[in-house]
């Protein structure tokens, strides 16, 4: 039983289209939910929480459905610099965020010129 | 600005040998963690520390792992002896609020190899 699955990708697309990132999740008491971001051989670095209400930062937009345990993150108008592992991770707790994180496995996307 | 850092940036050892991450916080935390990725893999949480004691650790955590605080500042990881399947990136990560978002940030990680 897969904790946290994402589609490992690669997702190869072209500068300025829109991408799209789904995940699942396993454990319905979990109430915390994070994208991460992660370049080659680097540590992973937030991007953004992750809302019931959705939220929006900049080009970045994610969501979350409870009732379905699926959370997603679009990206518009990509640039060559979002080319990174994107990492679903939802927070082992049910309440707080003080307990370990669970990272899927990541999707990658490349964005070429 | 880094929250954590760590020593060092890559550590190469042979197999049997002892080897001491070193994890060095910023400013005052509570929580701390380490994570592992093996290379290709996901990030696997290790053990969490809080208030200088373990509270959660995983499976993977066993007996040749330890973890401690010995001066109040590094926060260190130890593995007693290793074995090649420990060769990984490790990561330590602290608990923090920033702009009322609580998550985990991550120190830069140290790349383990071991021979």
């Not at chain 1, 990174?84 to 990272?103: E, K």
């Not at chain 2, 001491?20 to 053990?47: A, D």
Request: hydrophobic fraction near 30%; glycine fraction near 6%; include cysteine.
């Amino acid at each position: 039983r897969k904790e946290v699955e994402q589609d490992p990708g690669p997702f190869n697309v072209p500068e300025g289209a829109t991408v799209a990132f789904n995940c699942t999740y396993s454990n319905s008491a979990s109430q915390s939910f994070f994208w991460y971001r992660q370049d080659c051989r680097k540590e992973p670095k937030l991007l953004m929480s992750v809302y019931s209400s959705g939220n929006e930062d900049g080009r970045f937009t994610a969501q979350l459905n409870r009732a379905s345990q699926y959370i997603s993150l679009l990206i518009r108008d990509s640039k060559l610099s979002d080319s990174a592992t994107y990492l679903c991770v939802v927070n082992s707790r049910g309440t707080g965020s003080q307990g370990n994180l669970i990272f899927g496995k990541g999707t990658k996307l490349s964005v070429k010129p | 600005e880094p929250e954590v850092t760590q020593t060092p940036s890559h550590q190469v050892t042979q197999m049997g040998q002892e080897v001491i991450l070193r994890c060095v916080p910023i400013s005052n935390h509570l929580y701390f963690y380490w994570y592992r990725q093996i290379l290709g893999q996901k990030v696997e949480f290790l053990v969490s520390f809080y208030n200088n004691e373990i509270s959660e650790k995983s499976e993977i955590f066993d007996d040749q792992f330890s973890v401690e605080r010995p001066d109040g500042s590094n926060f260190t990881l130890k593995i007693r002896s290793t074995k090649l399947e420990d060769s990984a990136m490790y990561f330590c990560a602290i608990f923090l609020r920033d702009r009322s978002t609580d998550t985990q940030y991550f120190g830069p990680g140290t790349r383990l190899t071991v021979l």
